[in-house]
């Protein structure tokens, strides 16, 4: 029997503040299952020897840091300039060993992400051959999207140059926020003009879409700065911008000195403001929104593809220590140990920790999640993913209806035609939303399955329960 009230938000008159109980996730669960260690190797010959049929990207993973940033829980490993070279032919080796196997049929790649980590930590040289190296190996589409991912901090003109060159047609660079003070306080070398002349220096260049990560909840940062902020967005012109609201990861070094009174943490019900301050202010610069947290400038060159396709269901290959992907719906993690990653691709073994294979719910939760990346439930297109699944039971919008009726009660979604158009406080909680939505079509259709459940607290507050998920990161 489920538990319906279990999935619902709370009602109140500032749903930005109290949808929901706890704090937000990164990213929603997969419906997939474990494939056994002893079954891995032959799980991926067969992968391997099957050509795709869906759209699909390549994710490269730099797992290097020039410093640790105080919010980030993602750093590996110390950058070591001697190490890049090395670290660039692992890479170029593991993606020439798919040559002449059938998984590079297919539909051709839309997008290229070098992710980290900080892969603008790499010598303009390096970045020019691996991202030469790539395009001669992968089927890229002819308009694919490649982009580098990096910091202001040491990406000097030449390695611009030498990434333009190659092919990049999209730097994404975590800005957080120009003040300097704030700045300081997170453990960023670079001060407000430094940033602001490394991005007017790529604007100028003209030779693809510039785009940065903001973040609200800030130690120290008030709405005065980040105003300040999305005004500078604006002016330095700029093709796209995320705003990430700050999550206080266990074992951070900032968690540690807000712990110690060292620094304030912004409080959770604060961070709605935040958001919706800067959804006001991008609308009345003209920019639009293409995702709950992106935002693209008026000229219409950014066009974010591998972050859509990355939270919707697309394949995409796994390169690099610690990448994480997914093949023919087969999802697949490379060992994340740099030192082990290395071992294993000089001796010619499988540099994969894990796989998984998709749950049979997967089409239909994929579409929940696309639909909630374009912050628009549409009924149609639910009602194809669950006939894809080919499992029957009740009709999916008739069992969705009252959760959406509730959720509308909460401020998160409004009709709109056919559709269910998320909020402004629903796309501050869309990960919640996805979250319970796919919960509890899980719990309804595959009762019996290990699909991950919410728990409620004894104060009745929900808190959800299941395999965490690690994904690149998206933050630098």
Not at 168 to 175: A, F, H, Q, T
Not at 218 to 243: A, C, F, K, N
Not at 383 to 404: F, N, R, S, T, Y
Request: neutral net charge; charged residues 20%; hydrophobic residues 40%.
């Amino acid at each position: 029997m489920i538990n319906l009230p279990s999935y619902f938000a709370n009602i109140s008159d500032d749903p930005l503040a109290n949808a929901f109980d706890e704090g937000r996730h990164a990213h929603p669960q997969r419906s997939q299952n474990a494939v056994s260690k002893e079954d891995t190797e032959a799980v991926w010959e067969q992968c391997l020897d099957t050509p795709r049929s869906v759209p699909g990207m390549a994710y490269v993973h730099i797992p290097f840091c020039e410093n640790h940033c105080l919010f980030c829980g993602f750093y590996q490993n110390p950058w070591r300039p001697e190490a890049g070279p090395a670290y660039v032919d692992l890479v170029l080796k593991q993606a020439r060993s798919f040559t002449g196997r059938k998984i590079l049929e297919g539909p051709p790649l839309r997008a290229l992400y070098f992710g980290g980590g900080t892969p603008t930590a790499l010598a303009a040289k390096d970045i020019a051959r691996l991202v030469s190296g790539l395009r001669d190996v992968l089927p890229l589409a002819p308009d694919c999207e490649i982009t580098l991912e990096g910091r202001v901090f040491s990406f000097t003109e030449d390695k611009m140059e030498a990434a333009f060159k190659a092919g990049v047609n999209r730097i994404s660079l975590g800005v957080q926020t120009f003040d300097t003070n704030i700045r300081r306080a997170l453990g960023r070398k670079r001060s407000k003009e430094d940033v602001i002349r490394t991005l007017e220096t790529l604007v100028a260049m003209d030779s693809g879409a510039i785009v940065i990560d903001l973040m609200y909840g800030l130690p120290r940062q008030t709405m005065e700065s980040w105003y300040e902020d999305l005004l500078i967005t604006d002016q330095i012109g700029l093709d796209g911008v995320d705003h990430y609201g700050l999550s206080l990861i266990p074992g951070t070094p900032l968690l540690l000195s807000i712990e110690k009174g060292k620094l304030a943490a912004i409080s959770r019900k604060e961070l709605g403001r935040f958001f919706a301050k800067g959804a006001e202010v991008m609308q009345e610069l003209g920019w639009q929104q293409i995702s709950s947290m992106h935002w693209r400038n008026k000229g219409y060159r950014e066009r974010s593809v591998y972050n859509f396709g990355a939270k919707t269901g697309w394949d995409f290959f796994a390169l690099g220590a610690g990448a994480g992907g997914k093949l023919n719906g087969l999802g697949l993690f490379n060992t994340p140990s740099l030192e082990m990653f290395s071992k294993q691709m000089e001796s010619g073994a499988l540099p994969i920790m894990g796989l998984s294979r998709p749950g049979r719910l997967a089409p239909l939760l994929d579409v929940v999640k696309t639909c909630i990346e374009h912050m628009r439930l549409d009924p149609v297109a639910i009602q194809k993913g669950h006939e894809a699944c080919g499992i029957g039971g009740p009709d999916v919008m008739q069992a969705l209806l009252p959760l959406l009726e509730q959720y509308q009660a909460a401020g998160l979604i409004e009709p709109h035609y056919r559709f269910h158009d998320l909020t402004c406080a629903g796309k501050y909680w869309h990960v919640q939303i996805t979250q319970r939505i796919t919960q509890y079509l899980s719990a309804l259709y595959l009762p019996n399955e290990q699909t991950g459940q919410i728990t409620r607290s004894p104060a009745g507050a929900t808190h959800p329960t299941m395999p965490t998920e690690r994904k690149h990161q998206h933050v630098r």
